[in-house]
């Protein structure tokens, strides 16, 4: 619970994402430009998947001229059923993409069954 | 101020009225979606950016998360600024099944008119994680300087 309460403090926003699943596999790709590795935290906890990306001000003294960008970190929650197998899920930042891969648990694939 | 004609506004029929309908979800979507038209007559899409001045040099910072370094490019012409590039995602079995699909994928392109005093051979450019930083340096008299007052 302080953990949330600590994410919730800081100012953030939610990143795009995109969710596909292709036989078995949940490839969920987040968008978030400015977040290195280390500043990257994914965690699991009970049926709760929690992304937060910190980015941190990298411009120097001056004044903006245009600002667009938005200026904050990236949260994002996902809840994951018993479907998706805890112990499977890959991790991937490129190029400010993040990308889960998480599993289907074999006992919930679709099953095909043989007439004999 | 003009004095104008009331008119009644609804539609001669309704078919009028759900193209009115359908133009007004559309231009709601696109407000969500990021990325603005780059203009009226350009399809492609224009990524946010950031422009800072310093005391001798401009940084334009781009947000381009999956854009990989071959498929962008920069260009400075005079005191434009372009920066263009695709933005591609692999596309796997036709059997995938697509949950969301908040994020775009397509060509972009933003121009940016810089100020004249621009020193267009001292341009660098780093994309790192996703955001593309450009630096341009400032002619040596467009540089602010500091000077130093002698008391008597």
Redesign the interface.
Known sequence: MDQNKELTERRTIVPYCSIVEDEGLVTVKIEMPGVSKDALEVKVEGNELAVFGERRAENPVGTYLVRERRAASFRKTFTIDDTIARDKIDASLVDGILTLKLHVTEAAKPRRIEIG | MDLMKWTNPAPRDLWEAFDGLRGDMDRALDFFH?PEAAGIFDQTTAP????????DE??V????????KRDLNVTVTGSILAIQGDKREEH??E?????????WVGSFKRT?DLPEQIDSSKISAE?????L?IRIGKREEAKTKLINVQAN
Do not use: H
Not at chain 2, 48 to 55: Q, W
Not at chain 2, 61 to 68: E, I
Not at chain 2, 95 to 103: A, D, I, N
């Open positions: 990021g946010a950016i950031d422009v800072i001045e310093t005391a401009y940084i910072v781009a947000d381009l998360p999956g854009v990989d796997k079995t059997k995938r099944k697509v949950f969301r699909k908040e994020t940016i994309l790192k994680d996703g955001v930083a």
